[in-house]
């Protein structure tokens, strides 16, 4: 039985970059047990979606208002302003919510 390499549609690129820079992201790759050209291409692949990102991409009113409820209510948390084991039995709606957190 005959085993043949599996061809990769992958390009091979150089870039110059600081050594400082090549240094922090070889680190970073070796603490998430990944190879740097992995690591790199998966950090652009991110940026590129977050730069690119369509109209279909955003969240619609409804659900930016419950990312927006939600980041909120975490900096209440963290500032202490809101304990994050209570639990709010103003009302059926109230509590259910205040349990799912």
Same mark, same amino acid.
Not at 21 to 44: D, G, H, M, P
Not at 58 to 69: D, Q, S
Not at 80 to 101: C, N, P, Q, W, Y
């Given at each position: 039985?005959?085993?043949?390499?599996?061809?990769?549609?992958? &390009?091979?690129?150089?870039?110059?970059?600081?050594?400082?820079?090549?240094?922090?992201?070889?680190?970073?790759?070796? &603490? &998430?047990?990944?190879?740097?050209?992995?690591?790199?291409?998966?950090?652009?692949? $991110?940026?590129?979606?977050?730069?690119? &990102?369509?109209?279909?991409?955003?969240?619609?009113?409804?659900?930016?208002?419950?990312?927006?409820?939600?980041?909120?209510?975490?900096?209440?948390?963290?500032?202490?302003?809101?304990?994050?084991?209570?639990?709010?039995?103003?009302?059926?709606?109230?509590?259910?919510?205040?349990?799912? $957190?």
């Amino acid at each position: 039985m005959r085993t043949e390499a599996i061809k990769s549609n992958k &390009q091979s690129v150089s870039f110059r970059w600081s050594p400082e820079l090549v240094c922090k992201l070889k680190k970073i790759a070796k &603490q &998430q047990n990944r190879s740097f050209s992995n690591f790199t291409e998966t950090l652009l692949s $991110r940026a590129i979606s977050i730069v690119d &990102q369509t109209e279909e991409d955003v969240p619609n009113a409804t659900t930016a208002a419950a990312i927006n409820e939600a980041k909120e209510y975490q900096k209440k948390v963290k500032a202490g302003l809101i304990d994050e084991d209570f639990i709010d039995t103003s009302s059926v709606d109230a509590m259910i919510k205040s349990t799912l $957190r």
